[in-house]
């Protein structure tokens, strides 16, 4: 893929998920209106952060990391190895959300444990988690879908998907008598069963759809799980500091974890819209370069992604720093949102825009060290960060009480680490101490 080629799938990519993010923006301006930052509000926040913690296990984003290059490498009998990886995400996932609808309780004191001193609260954030926790085999087989397009550097469909969950919540939010749980939950199912059937309509198109099949073997299956579990790790190192946050946020006051989640989800809308897609856009390139020994292109490559993401990271985080309280205002204030509200939510959304910038090139170094096959420093990367952020978070609640606004620090604060550390082993690779 040339430059002017990059420029224009990354172009595409980020256009289709700027009209997403404006329509994600519509929802949560919809349901933060309608419902505040009360008890149903912050059940959703919570709860909703459980299948999407283990979606970026198995969905999107370790998938599409360790999927794609595979697809790449394999020269034959593709079909049938990707009928391998359908059968073991179907099943495993199945048999996991078979057990989450069975013992809900569960995990509800594990990612909420602060729920459970309100047994009311608790008995509801449980019958909540058995309507959303489907979903996560519905959007996994979209992520699977969609590595095979990014594959065929077919990226649009793939940016797209969003658009079809943020339309259906707000028809829902719109046209439901009353915004309750249950009718959350049923919009969440309707809206993956739409995005699978698009992917699976444009991948058939593309002469794949996914069978069963009984018979597992083949070196790129190995190459596969190879990459797979260490991005199991990578991929949701941003989603797990996250949800660290909230399970410490649901033991402080009430509207912490809607105040977290509102400006988590600013910080979601460059990270989407520049760090996602140029790593995503650039991921085969750089595997390809990677592949064919082309040391000088697989440079190229990556420092249009290093410096691509980090600039913009760095703009969109003194953005935020400087307007935080308008932005916020402009968005949210009204309905049931009221200004002290307005006043937490820009107090986080600061504390998380520091790391702008490290978490956007991070994003693209995964990307990069996946194309290159050094999943060992993506393991050290992620269990690195986990640990600084769990042992913040501690820090900053139970010894400083900075409140809502220590959890948004202590993630930034793992962010930098992490980047940081990712710059040694970048440095590792360029002066050759470890081979392309």
Same mark, same amino acid.
């Given at each position: 893929m040339n430059i002017s080629n990059f420029w224009k799938s990354s172009f595409g990519f980020t256009s289709l998920t700027l009209v997403s993010r404006v329509f994600g923006y519509i929802r949560d301006l919809l349901f933060s209106a309608t419902l505040g930052a009360g008890v149903i509000h912050d059940i959703f926040v919570v709860i909703f952060k459980i299948p999407n913690v283990f979606r970026s296990f198995f969905g999107e984003g370790a998938l599409a990391q360790s999927l794609t290059p595979s697809i790449i490498e394999t020269k034959e009998n593709l079909q049938h190895f990707l009928n391998q990886i359908f059968t073991i995400l179907f099943t495993t996932l199945l048999a996991f959300i078979l057990f989450v609808l069975l013992f809900p309780n569960i995990f509800v004191s594990v990612f909420a444990p602060g729920f459970i001193s309100d047994q009311e609260k608790f008995v509801a954030a449980s019958e909540f988690l058995t309507y959303v926790f489907p979903y996560i085999l519905l959007i996994s087989l979209v992520a699977f879908l969609g590595a095979i397009q990014n594959s065929k550097k077919k990226f649009q469909i793939v940016a797209a998907t969003p658009i079809l969950f943020n339309l259906t919540l707000i028809a829902f939010a719109c046209f439901s008598e009353s915004l309750t749980l249950a009718v959350i939950g049923l919009s969440v199912l309707v809206a993956g069963l739409l995005q699978l059937a698009l992917n699976l309509f444009i991948t058939s198109s593309l002469g794949y759809f996914p069978k069963f099949t009984k018979s597992f073997n083949g070196k790129t299956l190995n190459s596969f799980f190879s990459r797979f579990f260490p991005a199991i790790l990578a991929a949701g190192i941003y989603q797990l500091n996250v949800l660290i946050d909230t399970v410490f946020a649901s033991f402080l006051v009430s509207g912490s974890p809607t105040w977290l989640y509102l400006s988590d989800r600013l910080i979601q809308f460059p990270l989407g819209l520049f760090g996602v897609a140029i790593a995503l856009v650039a991921l085969p390139d750089l595997t390809e370069q990677f592949?064919?020994? &082309?040391?000088?292109?697989?440079?190229?490559?990556? #420092?249009?992604?290093?410096?691509?993401?980090?600039?913009?990271?760095?703009?969109?985080?003194? !953005?935020?720093?400087?307007?935080? +309280?308008?932005?916020?205002?402009?968005? !949210?204030?009204?309905?049931?949102?009221?200004?002290?509200?307005?006043?937490?939510?820009?107090?986080?959304?600061? $504390? +998380?825009?520091? $790391?702008?910038?490290?978490?956007?090139? =991070?994003?693209?170094?995964? =990307?990069?060290?996946?194309? $290159?096959?050094?999943?060992?420093?993506?393991?050290?990367?992620?269990?690195?960060? #986990?640990?600084?952020?769990?042992?913040? &978070? +501690?820090?900053?609640?139970?010894? +400083?009480?900075?409140?809502?606004?220590?959890?948004?620090?202590?993630?930034?604060? $793992?962010?930098?680490?992490?980047?940081?550390?990712?710059?040694?082993?970048?440095?590792?690779?360029?002066? &050759?101490?470890?081979?392309?």
């Amino acid at each position: 893929m040339n430059i002017s080629n990059f420029w224009k799938s990354s172009f595409g990519f980020t256009s289709l998920t700027l009209v997403s993010r404006v329509f994600g923006y519509i929802r949560d301006l919809l349901f933060s209106a309608t419902l505040g930052a009360g008890v149903i509000h912050d059940i959703f926040v919570v709860i909703f952060k459980i299948p999407n913690v283990f979606r970026s296990f198995f969905g999107e984003g370790a998938l599409a990391q360790s999927l794609t290059p595979s697809i790449i490498e394999t020269k034959e009998n593709l079909q049938h190895f990707l009928n391998q990886i359908f059968t073991i995400l179907f099943t495993t996932l199945l048999a996991f959300i078979l057990f989450v609808l069975l013992f809900p309780n569960i995990f509800v004191s594990v990612f909420a444990p602060g729920f459970i001193s309100d047994q009311e609260k608790f008995v509801a954030a449980s019958e909540f988690l058995t309507y959303v926790f489907p979903y996560i085999l519905l959007i996994s087989l979209v992520a699977f879908l969609g590595a095979i397009q990014n594959s065929k550097k077919k990226f649009q469909i793939v940016a797209a998907t969003p658009i079809l969950f943020n339309l259906t919540l707000i028809a829902f939010a719109c046209f439901s008598e009353s915004l309750t749980l249950a009718v959350i939950g049923l919009s969440v199912l309707v809206a993956g069963l739409l995005q699978l059937a698009l992917n699976l309509f444009i991948t058939s198109s593309l002469g794949y759809f996914p069978k069963f099949t009984k018979s597992f073997n083949g070196k790129t299956l190995n190459s596969f799980f190879s990459r797979f579990f260490p991005a199991i790790l990578a991929a949701g190192i941003y989603q797990l500091n996250v949800l660290i946050d909230t399970v410490f946020a649901s033991f402080l006051v009430s509207g912490s974890p809607t105040w977290l989640y509102l400006s988590d989800r600013l910080i979601q809308f460059p990270l989407g819209l520049f760090g996602v897609a140029i790593a995503l856009v650039a991921l085969p390139d750089l595997t390809e370069q990677f592949i064919n020994q &082309n040391k000088k292109e697989f440079k190229k490559v990556f #420092l249009k992604g290093f410096l691509s993401t980090f600039i913009l990271g760095l703009l969109s985080g003194l !953005f935020y720093i400087m307007l935080s +309280y308008e932005v916020i205002q402009l968005l !949210f204030f009204r309905g049931e949102f009221t200004n002290y509200d307005v006043e937490m939510t820009s107090l986080s959304l600061v $504390a +998380y825009s520091y $790391a702008l910038p490290f978490i956007l090139s =991070s994003k693209f170094f995964t =990307s990069v060290f996946f194309a $290159a096959s050094k999943t060992r420093f993506v393991l050290i990367l992620g269990c690195t960060s #986990l640990l600084i952020n769990l042992v913040l &978070n +501690y820090l900053f609640i139970f010894k +400083y009480d900075w409140g809502h606004v220590g959890l948004a620090l202590a993630t930034t604060f $793992a962010a930098i680490s992490v980047w940081l550390l990712a710059i040694i082993f970048i440095f590792r690779i360029n002066s &050759n101490k470890v081979s392309l």
